[in-house]
Nanobody, 123 residues
Framework: QVHLVESGGGSVQTGGSLRLSCAAS????????MSWYRQAPGKEREFVSF???????TYTDSVKGRFTISQDSAKNMLYLQMNSLKPEDTAMYYC?????????????????WGQGTLVTVSS
């Protein structure tokens, strides 16, 4: 199993920046991808960004050019640098790891989620 703990959330004004961190522990060896999702009050959870084992990343359109995902595999850390924040970025941000089972990482894939970190952007 993989255990994920997010940190770095907080309250900022429009145009501000935050850096979210996600610490992974446990059976991280078979991690395929790491992702960030967010859930605004009264809305469904939505995809923000993901990064694969070789560093290829993708973003939802609303954060392109403002957010940057990165990882430090040696430290089992995932980051999300968020710049030019807008009120619509206000949400609980969650880290997700997709992990394959089995000693050779060839088994089925399952998702592990963190507990979330709250980001509030005021106008």
């Amino acid at each position: 199993q993989v255990h994920l703990v997010e940190s770095g959330g907080g309250s900022v004004q429009t145009g501000g920046s935050l850096r979210l961190s996600c610490a992974a522990s446990g059976y991280t060896y078979c991690t395929i991808t790491m992702s960030w999702y967010r859930q605004a009050p009264g809305k469904e959870r939505e995809f923000v960004s993901f990064i694969d084992r070789v560093g290829k990343s993708t973003y939802t359109d609303s954060v392109k050019g403002r957010f940057t995902i990165s990882q430090d595999s040696a430290k089992n850390m995932l980051y999300l640098q968020m710049n030019s924040l807008k009120p619509e970025d206000t949400a609980m941000y969650y880290c997700k790891a997709r992990v394959r089972s089995g000693s050779q990482c060839l088994g089925s894939a399952t998702d592990a989620w963190g507990q979330g970190t709250l980001v509030t952007v005021s106008s």
